[in-house]
């Protein structure tokens, strides 16, 4: 299973940006695949996430309503739609996904396989 993270970039506070995590050895029909980042001097958080069976998706508080997590099946690409973006939400982020369904929120379950991660330095 392999993962690549793609479309990081700067871009001024209000602005957008689209992420995109192609996966390859692994379908899109199964598991989960999720996103997140890591700011410096801070521990990894869940950004969002998006289940395979019913295509139920979950955000964390600090992006609900400014972020939108979806995925092209064919392409086995997910995507991570980021607008009104704030300096605080400057990091690197990573994908990731399991075949594993626990219960409760994607965002705390547990991913074992991860892409490398890209950049977004967003600038008040």
């Known amino acids: 299973v392999q993962l690549q993270a793609s479309g990081g970039g700067s871009v001024h506070a209000g602005g957008s940006l689209t992420l995109s995590c192609t996966t390859t050895?692994?379908?899109?029909?199964?598991?989960?695949t999720g996103w997140f980042r890591q700011a410096p001097g801070k521990q990894r958080e869940a950004v969002s996430c998006i289940r395979s069976n019913d295509g139920v998706r979950d955000y964390a508080d600090s992006v609900k309503g400014r972020f939108a997590i979806s995925r092209d099946i064919e392409k086995n690409t997910v995507y991570l739609e980021m607008n009104s973006l704030k300096p605080e939400d400057t990091a690197v982020y990573y994908c990731a996904t399991d075949l594993t369904f626990y219960s409760g929120s994607c965002l705390f379950w547990e991913y074992n396989h991860w892409g490398q991660g890209t950049l977004v330095t967003v600038s008040s």
């Open positions: 050895g692994f379908s899109l029909d199964y598991g989960v």
